[in-house]
């Protein structure tokens, strides 16, 4: 089956830029969806399609999605921003989600 | 503005059945959107267990397929989850979202549902 692997965890510092990286096989062949889960809160989309934002989404968030890997990069990082990030995409008709990436702002 | 409420029981006894229902709220359910079940067992994962649409079309996760069944009941727009059969590994938070395009755009708050006797 499918899998999407993510780093278990990132640090940065406030103000500083995050990078989490999701890798699967022809992922860049698929569109990538990432979203942000804050403690005890409902996950929240944050990018679609590779590299789109839904309103209301800080530009802060920006994405990617090429080859084996999707990177979602958040610039000028600030403490809400420390969260999980998971990433998502489609095999055939078939959901697949990230294994899941802790964003701490030290 | 589509919101999304789950409801159902937060207790289950292994080898019962998990019932839970979605009630959407501001758009119809018959609308043309997919709508899903995802879920989170503690301290892990999101889990996606399957989507289906205003006409019953389903899909579901291949190693829950033999115990999970998902219908729409139009008239209440709303839409459920069974699943069959639970063990103690099917304690999780179970969330009810929609597909806009092809990623989850709404979802609801979330219900904690315990499997143990």
């Known amino acids: 089956s499918y899998g999407l692997t993510q780093p278990p965890s990132v640090s940065v510092s406030p103000g500083q830029t995050a990078s989490i990286t999701c890798s699967g096989d022809k992922l860049g062949d698929r569109h990538a969806s990432w979203y942000q889960q804050k403690a005890g809160r409902s996950p929240v989309l944050v990018i679609y399609?590779?590299?789109k934002r839904p309103s209301g989404i800080p530009e802060r968030f920006t994405a990617s999605n090429s080859g084996n890997t999707a990177t979602l990069t958040i610039r000028g990082t600030q403490s809400m921003d420390e969260a999980d990030y998971y990433c998502q995409a489609w095999d055939s008709s078939i959901a697949v989600f990230g294994t899941g990436t802790k964003v701490t702002v030290l | 503005q589509v919101q999304l409420q789950e409801s159902g029981p937060g207790l289950v006894k292994p080898s019962e059945t998990l019932s839970l229902t979605c009630t959407v709220s501001g758009d119809s359910i018959s609308n043309g959107y997919y709508w899903v079940w995802i879920r989170q067992p503690p301290g892990k994962g999101l889990e996606w267990i399957g989507s289906?649409?205003?006409?019953?079309?389903?899909y579901y996760k291949p190693s829950l397929k033999s115990r999970v069944t998902m219908s729409v009941e139009t008239s209440k727009n709303q839409f459920s989850l069974r699943l069959r059969s639970v063990t103690a590994a099917d304690t999780a938070v179970y969330y009810c979202?929609?597909?806009?395009?092809?990623?989850?755009?709404?979802w609801g708050q979330g219900t904690m549902v315990t499997a143990s006797s």
């Open positions: 979202a929609t597909v806009g395009g092809d990623a989850f755009d709404i």
């Open positions: 289906i649409n205003y006409s019953g079309t389903t």
């Open positions: 399609e590779d590299s």
